[in-house]
């Protein structure tokens, strides 16, 4: 699966408040063993 996120305005914001990149956080959100919390 290919996700496409673009980071342009939030680079910043993920790397001092999550302590995170870009490359890290696209890693995590293409993980198959991600943990998704559906409503339903």
Same mark, same amino acid.
């Given at each position: 699966?290919? @996700?496409? !996120?673009?980071?342009? #305005?939030?680079? %910043?914001? !993920? *790397?001092?408040? #999550?302590?995170?990149?870009? +490359? !890290? *956080?696209? %890693? *995590? @959100? +293409?993980?198959?063993?991600? /943990? /998704? !919390?559906?409503? %339903?």
């Amino acid at each position: 699966m290919e @996700l496409e !996120i673009d980071w342009s #305005h939030r680079e %910043e914001y !993920i *790397a001092c408040k #999550h302590q995170t990149t870009p +490359t !890290i *956080a696209n %890693e *995590a @959100l +293409t993980d198959p063993n991600r /943990v /998704v !919390i559906s409503p %339903e």
